[in-house]
């Protein structure tokens, strides 16, 4: 399983046998510095955003009774439900110089003054924070809910503050969680290359895909891609160290008081909320509606299937990749490992590489298997030649279980982090067999890390653009397809109308999953 | 038990999903050989709304089924490549020569000879060894807006580099191939060290970063952050479609030397070709008469065979001096023209 997942980062690797000194010297002397701090202010800014946004939020829906909380609470899951290249070009639409808010800026305040820049750092940063920080809010505030109060309350009543008791006893018991919403929202960050992109800033992504297209250098840019996951093998093993060495495992039921907010905490704690909802995803979504009603003329018959194609490929991402998941994680746990060895952790790092990269190492291992492998025996068997696995479904599958695993590991493997060892040596000296210990133990007190997990990667999966592009079979496209002949045309006016789409459909499972795991 | 009925549903989905991959493979089989109509397959990165009425037409025409996927060139070059003697595309079609070019250097295309094309397609529009063709001309021109600029005061590419222009010009960003391919092209006519300092002089000259797109520039323009750039005429098109009022206008720098910048899409039969033969018609119709007027009218671009008129909206920017370099050369020089904009410091 793992091997499988290797196979692209192998044919990555493998690129460091041509040296290409002149395209390396050329990127030191003009671009390398500029891509390694943009990378570092993307990484720095992002981290802190999703970090201080989910955490808080996580901490007020999860621990806090204030007006607003009971839709609030998965509403601010919504912009999950917003592709990163989507919002960026809403977010340029809408904050531009010739976008309509600093229009009406200039005409009431003059056109000399001050209006920040969008097309900078910082609005890169602010773009991806809003729809990555639901990652760690997710995970965080499914942390602090399975933590209960009792502890909190327990650190009060000894006198400390209500800020130090979150600090010193709440936080670090959630630490795991946290660290794997980070690293989430991180490795999409790195492998991002739709935003950044569309904000023409320089990223290692964006300079693997100049190394490729424009120098048609397919071995530098793999080996700059084999420099990016060097940069998230530093990250997974400090995500490894900030998960720290303490255990956490699920205690039995407690209860589930909220502290109650009063007065001006309770407006804060509701117009802080508000806020990230409205700046997330009721402006955004609402720009999409309005350019959406202009074309809407578009919504043909044709459209079913681009929805149809999508959904399908999302549901069946999904399942292979739960199902792959549980069982390296089970295994994990049979080995007697409470944490993901070696070989798990690179199979995550797919997910930090930008997806086209990733697809044509998928594509070039799978083309060389029909060429040397399949075709052999086809012609053995007295078949034509011919093409079984590239342009095939099941690689395009392949390609999200890849790209996805980590995803779907995250909250499968924190869930069973949290089922006490206890419950299985007792089924065990009951007699269960492995099977039945994986059945009738792990899979109801799984139920829901499993479904968020099937969720998460439903909804990752109808946003995937570039492995879709490249892999699906004829006359599979999708939404995410119909998004890209558009916006590579620069016309985003029209690539509303599906954008639209697929956040909708992508609305009731991160509702789903939210209202799940409220339970 | 929960776990049953659960482990029931997963498992009985997961059938459903080998039944589909199944199905999926099924449909991917190549039609045999003994079909009186063949199948053509095409891996296209012009856009789906730009070539799928023309293929429709083509079929409903001549029985042919076209089926095609569209992606970006590099993406779908890197999969003929590795596709190899596999591969089921029969045409590869791009936009940008460089691209084509690339193809050809990798040996994916196969030369043909076909009179229809080579009477169709003028020399400069395609490569020497006509393993592909030029079906479209794409002019990349000056844009101005129409209230501060006057087009008295253009001229040339090069004088956009003038510090007449300081703070005034916006571009596109140059990870585009086709402002790689305008440089390109100006090596080639310029010289580097020219044609470095050209393009140093209109990063000096940038009232603000390079955009991601013509369109964004554009509108940019309109709202008076900058005041010129340069841009592919059939984004203006689909501009002044949308705003018939728009402040902005063409200007057809260079009249008086090599004349305006223009790049092609175009397309090639695959050497792996399994209906090559079918392949080569469907390109000597696209050359031809009844395909070249809607090819080109479909995205207001130039038709590549010159006996066809462009559409009236786009007769009525007027008429130019095109450059007419052979625009393999944009492919040759590619990589020179990355490296000297990342010199220039044009990102």
Sequence with gaps: ?519 | MIGNPLGRIARSLLILVSVLSLIACEGQAPSSGEDAKPTVTVYSSRKEHLVKPLFDRYTAKTGVEIRYITDSAGPLIARLAAEGSNTPADVLMTVDAGNLWQATEQNLLRPLTSQTLNSNIPEHLRSANNDWFGLSIRARTIVYATDRVQASELSTYENLADPAWLGRLCLRTSKKVYNQSLVATMISTLGEADAESVVSGWVANFSTDPFSSDTTMMEAIEAGQCDLGIANTYYFGRMKKADPNLKLALFWPNQNDRGVHINISGAGVTKHAKQAQAAQELLEWLSGPEAQGQLAELNQEYPANPLIKPSATVQAWGEFKADDINVEVAGRLQAAAVRLMDRADYR
């Design chain 1, 1 to 519: 399983m793992a091997a499988l997942v290797m196979l692209p980062v192998t044919v990555i690797l493998l690129s460091w046998g041509t040296a290409e000194t002149a395209i390396w010297q050329h990127l030191i002397e003009t671009q390398l510095a500029r891509l390694l701090g943009n990378t570092l202010i993307l990484v720095g800014g992002v981290g802190t955003w999703v970090l201080i946004l989910g955490v808080s939020l996580g901490w007020l829906t999860a621990m806090c009774e204030f007006p607003g909380r009971r839709w609030m609470d998965w509403a601010l899951m919504l912009p999950l439900a917003v592709p990163s290249y989507v919002i960026a070009f809403v977010a340029l639409g809408l904050l531009s110089y010739s976008g309509p808010i600093q229009t009406l800026w200039r005409e009431w305040f003059g056109a000399d003054t001050y209006f920040p820049n969008i097309r900078s750092p910082g609005g890169v940063v602010f773009v991806l924070s809003t729809v990555l920080y639901p990652y760690v809010y997710m995970l965080a505030r499914g942390a602090f809910l399975a933590q209960g109060r009792n502890l909190v309350d327990a650190s009060r009543l000894l006198g400390r503050s209500p800020w130090k008791s979150f600090l010193l006893v709440a936080l670090p018991m959630a630490r795991p969680a946290i660290a794997a919403g980070v690293s989430l929202a991180l490795m999409e960050t790195l492998a991002d290359f739709g935003a950044v992109s569309i904000f023409n800033f320089d990223t290692f992504t964006t300079a693997i895909y100049k190394s490729w297209f424009g120098f048609f250098n397919l071995t530098a840019a793999a080996q700059l891609a084999s420099l990016l996951l060097l940069f998230v093998g530093v990250a997974l093993i400090a995500e490894q160290r900030a998960r720290g060495d303490g255990r956490f495992h699920q205690q039995p039921r407690r209860k589930k008081e909220r502290f109650h907010l009063q007065g001006w905490k309770a407006l804060f704690a509701s117009a802080f909320c508000f806020l990230v909802i409205l700046l997330a995803f009721i402006v955004p979504v609402g720009q999409l509606l309005l350019w959406a009603l202009e074309t809407a003329g578009e919504l043909d018959s044709r459209f079913w299937g681009l929805v149809l194609h999508t959904f399908m490929l999302g549901v069946m991402a999904g399942l292979a990749l739960v199902v792959m998941a549980l069982l390296v994680a089970y295994g994990q746990r049979l080995k007697g490992r409470h944490q993901a060895g070696l070989l798990e952790r690179l199979a995550g790092m797919g997910y930090a590489l930008p997806g086209s990269v990733l697809a044509v190492g998928i594509m070039t291992a799978f083309a060389f298997f029909d060429r040397e492998l399949i075709n052999p025996v086809r012609e053995m068997m007295g078949l034509e030649p011919g093409q079984v696995l590239v342009g095939s479904l099941a690689t395009l599958l392949l390609a999200y279980v890849v790209r996805f695993f980590s995803v779907a590991y995250g909250p499968i493997d924190a869930s069973l982090e949290r089922i006490r060892p206890v419950f299985q040596e007792a089924a065990h000296m009951l007699g269960a067999s492995q099977w039945e210990v994986l059945k009738r133990v792990y899979f109801p007190l799984l139920t829901p890390g499993l479904l968020s997990a099937l969720l998460l990667v439903l909804v990752d999966t109808m946003k995937e653009m570039p492995a879709t592009l490249l892999l699906r079979p004829f006359g599979w496209d999708t939404l995410a397809v119909r998004i890209y002949e558009m916006t590579s045309e620069g016309e985003w006016q029209r690539a509303a109308l599906p954008s639209l789409v697929l956040v909708l459909i992508s609305i009731p499972p991160v509702i789903i999953m939210i209202r799940r795991s409220r339970q």
